[in-house]
């Protein structure tokens, strides 16, 4: 759905900062991903792999560190990882929780020549 434009600004946030440090090849692109963000780390693998034909970035592997889901209950405040097919507090069963991580979607770093 959304991938090809996250995609995109993932190779912007590339070619733009491999021009700024005079970079003729960006070899590795690391990126957070939170389980919750609902993007599918294969699917932006493929669309980098064809739109990044031609550009510095070209065969740049992407490299995607997931971050769990980490909640906090409104009612006991309980904190901590939860599944994301389970969203309940572990402590108390109540569905009021307060996201903390997990949607994050962004660019590390990347590894240049
Ligand atoms: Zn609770």
């Not at 970079?23 to 739109?51: A, H, M, N, T």
């Not at 490299?63 to 389970?86: S, V, Y």
């Amino acid at each position: 759905m959304h991938e090809l434009a996250i995609t995109q600004s993932i190779l912007d946030i590339a070619r733009k900062a491999a021009a700024e440090h005079n970079v003729k090849r960006v070899r590795e692109v690391r990126i957070k991903l939170g389980e919750y963000s609902g993007v599918v780390p294969q699917c932006i693998q493929y669309y980098f792999d064809v739109i990044s034909k031609g550009t510095v970035a070209e065969g740049a592997e992407l490299k995607m560190e997931r971050l769990p889901i980490l909640m906090r209950c409104e009612q006991c405040a309980w904190e901590g990882q939860i599944d994301k097919h389970h969203i309940s507090c572990p402590a108390c069963g109540c569905t009021r929780l307060k996201l903390l991580q997990g949607r994050e979607f962004y660019v590390e770093s990347l590894e240049v020549d």
